[in-house]
């Protein structure tokens, strides 16, 4: 199983705390050693960074750790590989366009039997069975929207059902975004949190670091943090239930 | 006008050397600051690297330039903003999958009147006349060719063939790659260099610094290099000319 880590905002905000104790998690304080990645939406475009490598030994990752950038969207990724290579073109998450805005996956588990590999416009580029899954799901809303964005509220139900059925085939916990919201499902293990004023200090679990929140915000900003485990060790994480579908905009649940 | 940087290769190498002097070109000895890109295959995957700072000042642009990064096929773009606002979505270079690979594209130039922006699956994230075109490639080809990727020679005549329709417009200087070839075409300025054995050292023009390339290669190694300008001061580049279009295959030129 791999971790995931994501983060939805209402101002953009840099994830420099949250990915120094994740990438922890990439080889060192877990055994997820077979790559990493991150995206950051700035407005409907996504920077991916990516690599094969350790998330703890990843030259890329160090960038990631030291250089803060901003984004009120961010997915991030360390891979246990089980279905497809170590390889760039299986190291999530995975991007594509649709309705002119880019597209942001990854997922955590393993889904079985024969994957919708070529059905529609969007087509894996490597062999695993997240980014064959991710296809579907664009493939599926281009068929069932065509060329326009349909409303929030029609998309997320679009989302979820496809989910659900997905699910069936599978352990099937995912981050996906479109730069606006931050949608979540959980099948086995995901956890999140909303940080907003009052802001306290956090410590994390995975290294000895800490941060006052207080004094590196204002009291209008809202963050909610998505992860397979909590992330620090002083605050009150919720766990998601097995099944669960959650939607995050601005920095809160939505739906 | 903006800076252009190919590499085709027949096996895996770094573009360290190259990137040193281009990097030099985006802000210091020359006066392109609005933001870098750089794109990396490994087979038929693309690792993208983009900043909207400039190329001599950007973090993720000294991490290229640091970090040896193994590749066949490798496009770089410098960009000075003409159309579009500096922003990331505006970044060269764009990627994109088709049949199951993904495509990168650079452009240096402009094109003039109204872009053919959503005719089609693949639609602009950003505002550039250059992603509109590259979009417009991509339809082109995915009408043309329906679901299965043609052979080498039907898809060079309909690359070579759009972008003579779409020159008419502008000024249309671009390299383009899907991991197996390195299509370029010029329409004001770009030069090319074919290194193989025996190698010798090269100099670069933009800053003092030297690599013995027979030091760092075998002798089965073939690399070709595309600049706007030569990037070294001691080699003979062949210049291109107004309209010529060529392909690069294993670090040489097939047509």
Known sequence: MCQLLGMNCNVPTDIVFSFTGFQERGGRTDH???GFGIGFFEDRACRLFVDTVSACESPVAQLVRTTPIRSRNVI???R????????????????RELWGRHWL????????GDLPRARGRFRPVGDTDSEAAFCDLLNTLDVRFGD????????????????ATTAERGTFNFLLSNGARLYVRCATQLHHIVREAPFRRAHLADTDFEVDFAAVTTPADRVAVIA??????NE?????????????EDGRRVA
């Open 76 to 78: 991030a990724h360390i």
């Open 105 to 112: 996956f990854a997922h955590n588990g393993t889904l079985e």
């Open 148 to 163: 326009t964005e349909p409303p929030p509220a029609n998309l997320e139900h679009a989302i979820d059902a496809w989910a």
């Open 80 to 95: 246990k590989a089980t279905r497809g290579r170590v390889a760039l073109e299986n190291t999530h998450p995975f991007v």
């Open 228 to 233: 397979t485990q909590p992330l620090t060790d």
């Open 236 to 248: 009150a994480w919720t766990p998601m239930a097995a099944g669960e579908f959650a939607v995050f």
């Open 32 to 34: 997820h050693a077979d």
